[in-house]
Each structure stands twice: as C-alpha cells, then as structure tokens.
T-cell receptor, first 116, second 113 residues
C-alpha cells in the first residue's frame, strides 16, 4: 500500500498476557518510529529504528516492552505481561530520512490496545 | 529540557469562522517545526513544515507562521469547515537529534454548525 499500515487496528487482552503489534512502513523509508498516545495526552516516543538497528530505545517504559525490525521493513512491538496502564493507542511512523526537511513522519492509523 | 506548549487546549468555533492556534517551544538547536492534523481514530498528518528562515507558509486554508526569535508559531485556519474538526499538533525537530521530535499535546478543535 501507499501508506503506513498497522495491525491489528484494535486489540483487547487480559492483564498478564503478551501482545504483538505490527507495523508496515512506507516502502523505502529507512527510519521507523513507535509512539504511544494515551487518552488526552501527547505522543510519547518509544523507540526509533534506522534500518534494522535501534539507535534510540530510550522511550521504552519498561523491560516488558521490546521491538524489532527485520529486512529494513516490517517492525513488531511486543509487550509482555501486559498491565492496565499499557492501554493506549500505539502509533507507528516512518520517514525517508531521520533528519532535515525529509524527516516528515508518515503515521499509521494506530493500534488501540485495551488491557482488561 | 525541550518542550512544546500549545494553546488553547480546546476550541469550539462556528463553521465559516477563522481561528488561530498557538505553539511555544524551547527546543534547541532548532531544525524545523511542523503542524500535524490528527482526525479522531487516525494517525497525524503533516500540514506544514517551517525552517528557521521561513516566517510564513500556507497550505490551502491553513497558514502557519514562525517567529524563531521568540520561539513561537501559530496556525491560522480560514473559513473553517466541519472537516477541520480534529486535534492540531505542533512538532519541533532539534537538529542534533535524528530520532526525537518534541510533540505538543495538541489543540482539539471542534467546528460546529
């Protein structure tokens, strides 16, 4: 597709379960970002990939959160042993370049995660 | 600490009216500033980008201004339409950082009949 896609669009899970969120960036975009948006809050940076490596993981809130990117394309955000405070919309974005005027980030529609 | 503050937090206007949203930032060293529009249930979409040397840029009925000296930006919406109802997010990029943009918490705009 032409844009960033994410799946699933909605995920309801029970506390303590693991979840995997998927992001398909725009083809050719080397930079990929994961954000979390809680109700009424701004976007919270989680992790940034350049190619398959993650030079900045500083936003991951705990060791229950991890992410990987393979083939310089698809990325998966995994949350282990989910907690109710993990409930939020998880947004993925990609950009052609991480710096300069080409650093416009194109966002996916997000995955709404609800932890019961 | 890099920060972006937006005002007002929310705004309700009648269709056809104009409005101006404000953004103040303390990000340094400054690279560029973008305004994003986020419709409910969707990801943000970039409206405008401004660099240090630019002080105004238009995209249809949206006009962004930038005062790099006072570190302020505004987004002016002319002749508002119902479809303008959304959150508008100011995002500032620091030139030394490849990864971290600083996001404002947004202004939620509602356009009514």
């Amino acid at each position: 597709g032409a844009g960033v896609s994410q799946s699933p669009s909605n995920k309801v899970t029970e506390k303590g379960k693991d979840v995997e969120l998927r992001c398909d960036p725009i083809s050719g975009h080397t930079a990929l970002y994961w954000y979390r948006q809680s109700l009424g809050q701004g976007l919270e940076f989680l992790i940034y990939f350049q190619g398959n490596s993650a030079p900045d993981k500083s936003g991951l809130p705990s060791d229950r959160f991890s992410a990987e990117r393979t083939g310089g394309s698809v990325s998966t955000l995994t949350i282990q042993r989910t907690q109710q405070e993990d409930s939020a919309v998880y947004l993925c974005a990609s950009s052609l370049n991480p710096r300069g005027l080409d650093n416009e980030q194109f966002f996916g529609p997000g995955t709404r995660l609800t932890v019961l | 600490k890099n920060q972006v503050e937006q005002s007002p937090q929310s705004l309700i206007i009648l269709e056809g009216k104009n409005c101006t949203l404000q953004c103040n930032y303390t990000v340094s060293p400054f690279s560029n500033l973008r305004w994003y529009k986020q419709d409910t249930g969707r990801g943000p979409v970039s409206l405008t980008i401004m660099t240090f040397s630019e002080n105004t840029k238009s995209n249809g009925r949206y006009t962004a201004t930038l005062d790099a000296d006072t570190k302020q930006s505004s987004l002016h919406i002319t002749a508002s339409q119902l479809s303008d109802s959304a959150s508008y997010i100011c995002v500032v990029s620091a030139s030394h950082s490849a990864s971290k943009l600083t996001f404002g918490t947004g202004t939620r705009l509602q356009v009514t009949l």
